[in-house]
């Protein structure tokens, strides 16, 4: 057959999808015909079939190189459920089982083995690769062999080896993180330079996008999650001890929220993920230890409590929400403090100056995104090279800023910062131009000073959002190394000889409220149905914990969605439920369908 049809053949037989999503047909293409790839597609796009499909369909091998043993195991199971021959070598896994599984993949049985880079380039490992028909290395999460990008692990380095050591071999490396210097660096790395870069579907329409100032987070989040009762979210937070304070204050609140991050034990963690994959209403309070490899389809929102590290890290996160592909949303709470925290932490980190400086560029270009106020995908998307309308599904689309000029209250600020010497933080020359009569401003006699009080007429939050967006635009500066004072620069300078004006949406005096869109319930499923899918869920569960594995891998909630909307009671039925093939047909139908049919009946009397 022609390999273009046995490909799109596999994809309904083997898969059980009737369609490949925007993207996946040409890396597949592009895979068959020989090609070394890089495809960098975001979280949820469905990267995993793009390799395994021209892996099961090729006569030689294929090794999957994957960061995580839970991605690996989770993987594993999924291909062994629809009837693919898949093994895993890894130092979770013990001896014994490895011993096993390498005999299999070393059979003719098996085409597809899973290896932690740690186990691949073990010398014994590599002789022993040499001796089998290794066709393709498949290179997930590829960029964690960049030092540009975020996530750079020292055990990925040695995976620029393999070309040299398997010079038949064909590289497809895959990730959804990466800019393009560090798509070119992994290309450089893994092919010196030789492979195709293919970029696609960055945009999210279904993910809402909002952005709000925060001022009393835990009241301000447990608002938001308590109007979202019955769906799951993930709320990430800078560290350890915010994720514990904030899940302890959702949990006194009656929400089903959990902390987790690398300070709880193994147990513990894998506790919490295997919660997480089955309880609809449990709420995720992480630091980023949580998300990598994440596969649940109907996580329903995800808020950052604080600012996450640059545009790359807050789009993966943001990924992890309506993989499903149904309206979720997704919302960023921060403040002048996080900025200046962020700051601190690249500039406390190892790393040379050329590291750093563009550390800082990352962040600048995650300030621009919340600060815009143009549409926050158009600014999302230009970030990746891709372009798109304005979306109508994000804040300031939907409710458009009142853009004002604001020029001569940043002009007060900059007065201030520069008459004070550039020698204090935001709270001090807030109080100077308030006309406060603080010990300090009396102590350094700053009330003589021609700025001071030069803003009464204005709250103290009116002049703390002038501040954040002047350091958000780089107007005013947070000198880390001198204790975060504010320093101004060039554009301050343009602003307070006017050569430029400073503009910014309405700021209130108050503390503004956020507006953010109340919960969508499942519009597909009709009121009556929804005891249908409650027995097909029971019924998954039953049959997951019998297997001991995450409910999804036996069907994906939007499976069971599309089972009570389209109730299915032939065979033929059954396999055009999305995500449904041949092998769960023979495995599944009866059960399912007699549960359908008993629901049927019932209706019907
Ligand atoms: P990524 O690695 O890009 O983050 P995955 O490979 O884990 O994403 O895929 C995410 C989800 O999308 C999985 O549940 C997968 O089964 C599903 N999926 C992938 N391709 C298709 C397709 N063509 N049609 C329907 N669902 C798909
Ligand atoms: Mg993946
Ligand atoms: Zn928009």
């Known amino acids: 057959m022609h390999d273009r049809t046995r490909i799109k053949d596999a994809l309904k037989t083997v898969f059980g999808f009737s369609d490949f999503r925007a993207g996946q047909e040409d890396i597949i293409s592009s895979i068959t015909s020989g090609e070394n790839i890089l495809a960098v597609m975001p979280t949820g796009a469905g990267k995993s079939l793009c390799y395994q499909l021209p892996a099961i369909t090729r006569t030689s091998k294929t090794i ?22 898949a093994e895993m070598i890894h130092s979770g896994q013990i001896y014994d089982d490895n011993v096993i599984s390498w005999r299999r993949f070393a059979s003719d049985d098996c085409h597809i083995l899973y290896l932690s880079p740690e186990r691949l380039m073990q010398p014994r490992m590599i002789a022993a690769l040499q001796k089998l028909p290794i066709g393709m290395f498949v290179v997930d999460e590829a960029h964690c062999i960049s030092k540009w990008g975020s996530g750079f692990r020292p055990d990925y380095e040695a995976l620029s080896q393999l070309r040299d050591t398997f010079p038949s071999a064909q590289i497809a490396a895959f990730t959804a993180t990466a800019d393009s210097a560090t798509r070119r660096d992994i290309a450089q790395k893994l092919c010196e ?27 301000q989040i447990t608002e938001i999650v308590q109007g979202r009762s019955g769906e799951n979210g993930i709320i990430y937070c800078l560290s350890r001890n915010e994720t514990d304070q904030l899940a302890a204050y959702l949990s006194d609140r009656g929400v089903n929220a959990w902390a987790y991050h690398a300070g709880k034990d193994q147990e513990y963690r894998q506790n919490c993920q295997d919660r997480f994959m089955t309880e609809d209403d449990m709420v995720m309070v992480a630091t980023v230890a949580f998300g990598m490899g994440i596969d649940k389809p109907d996580i329903r929102y995800v808020i950052h409590a604080s600012l996450p590290s640059s545009v790359e890290a807050f789009y993966q996160e943001i990924g992890r929400a309506g993989r499903d592909g149904k309206p979720s949303d997704t919302i960023m709470f921060y403040s002048l403090q ?40 158009q600014v999302l998307l230009a970030y990746f090279d891709d372009a798109s309308a304005p979306c109508g599904n994000c804040d300031n689309c939907l409710a458009p800023p009142d853009v004002r000029d604001y020029s001569s209250e940043a002009s007060y600020v900059i007065e201030a910062i520069y008459q004070t010497g550039q020698f204090f933080g935001a709270s001090h020359i807030i109080d100077v131009i308030r006309g406060s009569d603080s010990a300090k401003v009396k102590e350094k006699a700053h009330d003589g000073l021609s700025a001071y009080g030069k803003g009464i007429n204005h709250s103290k939050a009116f002049f703390q959002t002038i501040m954040r967006q002047l350091v958000a635009r780089a107007i005013v500066k947070v000198n880390i190394e001198r204790f975060g004072a ?44 929804a005891g249908l899918v409650g027995q097909l869920k029971a019924l998954r569960l039953e049959i997951a914990q019998s297997k001991n594995v995450p409910a999804y891998v036996v069907f994906t909630d939007k499976a069971i969605m599309e089972m009570a909307y389209y109730k299915p009671t032939t065979e033929e039925a059954f396999l055009s439920i999305n995500g ?14 007699a549960v359908i049919e008993r629901y049927l009946n019932a209706q019907e009397s």
Do not use: W
């Not at 690249?346 to 990352?362: T, V």
């Open 338 to 377: 996080d900025m200046v925290k962020r700051q601190r932490m690249i500039f406390e980190a190892e790393g040379n100056d050329n590291f750093k400086f563009s550390e800082y560029a990352r962040l600048e270009a995650l300030l621009g995104y919340c600060e815009t106020t143009d549409c926050r995908r």
């Open 486 to 529: 504010l320093e101004v620069t060039e554009l301050g300078d343009d602003i307070l000889a006017g050569r430029k004006s400073f503009t910014a949406g309405f700021i209130s005096e108050k503390e503004t409220k956020i507006a953010v869109r109340q919960s969508r319930k499942e519009t597909v499923i009709r009121d009556e149905d």
């Open 580 to 593: 449904v093939g041949p092998k769960k047909v023979k495995e599944y139908f009866e059960q399912f369908s």
């Open 193 to 219: 330079g030789n492979a195709r870069i293919i970029v696609h579907g960055f945009d999210r329409p279904n993910l809402s996008l909002s952005v709000a100032p925060k001022n009393n987070v835990n009241q």
């Open 64 to 85: 999957i190189i994957s960061p995580l043993v839970a991605l690996m195991s989770d993987q594993v199971a999924s291909l062994k459920e629809i009837g693919i021959a």
